[in-house]
């Protein structure tokens, strides 16, 4: 059992919650991937119900599992900073591509004192940029 399996077991205890066949499935269909939307999430769950992927992505939210990803009126779910490091992302407008951006120190100070000059108490963030990658940049 990989370490992030019993992490997660550990914490679905903790919450009065046990581990199913749909839950191990979903949180292993978003280890190590790209963010996903509910369709690919669903076909990465062979032989796990729709009804029990969707259940499932309901409770791993409640609980702070996974994290949805707003890209315009649509999202992509992915595990939250509790099963992965904490970072950004860059989306390409044009063809939807994910570039993960790590942590960096100076911005999460800069987003820290931010939060602090308007007397607010920040828990947690996340930092979307859109733009183009540069497989659809136009060539200069």
């Known amino acids: 059992m990989s370490h992030d399996l019993s992490q997660l077991i550990t914490y679905l205890q903790e ?5 199913t066949a749909p839950r191990r499935a979903v949180f292993t269909a978003l280890q190590n991937s790209d963010p996903l939307t509910m369709a690919e999430l669903e076909k990465r769950c062979p032989g796990v119900d729709r ?17 949805r990803l707003s890209i315009g009126w ?15 992302h860059l989306t390409c407008q044009a063809c939807g591509k994910h570039i993960e951006i790590t942590e960096d120190v100076s911005l999460e100070a800069q987003l820290q004192a931010l939060a602090a000059a308007h007397d607010f108490t920040l828990k947690s963030h996340q930092l979307e940029l859109f733009g183009l990658c540069s497989d659809c940049s136009p060539r200069a």
């Open 15 to 19: 919450h009065g919650q046990n581990i």
């Open 74 to 88: 649509k999202y992509k779910l992915e595990l939250s900073d509790i099963f992965q490091g904490h970072h950004h």
């Open 51 to 67: 009804s029990s992927v969707y259940r499932t992505v309901m409770l791993f939210e409640r609980l702070g599992v996974v994290q």
